[in-house]
Antibody
Framework: QVQLVESGGGVVQPGRSLRISCAAS????????MHWVRQVPGKGLEWVAV????????YYADSVKGRFTISRDNSKKTLSLQMNRLRAEDTAVYHC?????????????????WGQGTLVTVSS | DIQMTQSPSTLSASVGDRVTITCRAS??????LAWYQQKPGKAPNLLIY???SLESGVPSRFSGSGSGTEFTLTISSLQPDDFATYYC?????????FGQGTKVEIK
């Protein structure tokens, strides 16, 4: 079945870096745009970043621009988020999510499959 | 950025009730709106896209309507499995933004 499984979360000090990943299965990953969406525990959802099916186009929320980098390895069906210069306000559960479009060249920008998320805690 | 505002923030209802949640956008987003359901400790689940299209596998008691700046999610007859938090999300323009959520509680 279609599945997304995140990994790599943990506790990290402010100013340090962390890389989280998302393993995809059950669908043609290389044809799908992919997103990261985060959620502070007990709070709402915040879109973080998107990457096109081929990795050529990437967009970021202003809150992470210049600090976070989204990437993908289609041969390994893996999505990644490199997070640098982390801040306390980056503490959240990070979900990877599949774009709903079934056409590689078109992005719908809503999310039809989500992973359970990985918790990133930024604290000294 | 487009701001999305949901009302109410919390809603108390009984099984069998008709429930309506409103989502307002700070500018017109045409019909580029999605609705999600989230249960505690779980990932969000897509219910509705393009304001009124029901995602495959979602029960028909869920429906969406609206366009422009005002949208509604309706549950025609609330079931025990529907007690959850609901979020709207605009897909009209970057950055994609969510409403703050509406928690549907048992009355």
């Amino acid at each position: 079945q279609v599945q997304l499984v995140e990994s790599g979360g943990g506790v990290v000090q402010p100013g340090r870096s962390l890389r989280i990943s998302c393993a995809a299965s059950g669908f043609n990953f290389s044809n799908c745009g992919m997103h990261w969406v985060r959620q502070v525990p007990g709070k709402g959802l915040e879109w973080v970043a998107v990457i096109w099916y081929d990795g050529r186009n990437k967009y970021y929320a202003d809150s992470v621009k210049g600090r976070f980098t989204i990437s993908r390895d289609n041969s390994k069906k893996t999505l990644s988020l490199q997070m640098n210069r982390l801040r306390a306000e980056d503490t959240a559960v990070y979900h990877c999510a599949r774009d709903a479009s079934d056409t590689p060249l078109v992005m719908d920008n809503w999310f039809d499959t989500w992973g359970q998320g990985t918790l990133v805690t930024v604290s000294s | 950025d487009i701001q999305m505002t949901q009302s109410p923030s919390t809603l108390s209802a009984s099984v069998g009730d008709r429930v309506t949640i409103t989502c307002r956008a700070s500018q017109s987003i045409s019909s580029w709106l999605a609705w999600y359901q989230q249960k505690p400790g779980k990932a969000p689940n897509l219910l509705i896209y393009k304001a009124s299209s029901l995602e495959s596998g979602v029960p028909s008691r869920f429906s969406g309507s609206g366009s422009g700046t005002e949208f509604t999610l309706t549950i025609s007859s609330l079931q025990p499995d529907d007690f959850a938090t609901y979020y709207c999300q605009q897909s009209y323009s970057y950055p994609w933004t969510f409403g703050q959520g509406t928690k549907v509680e048992i009355k």
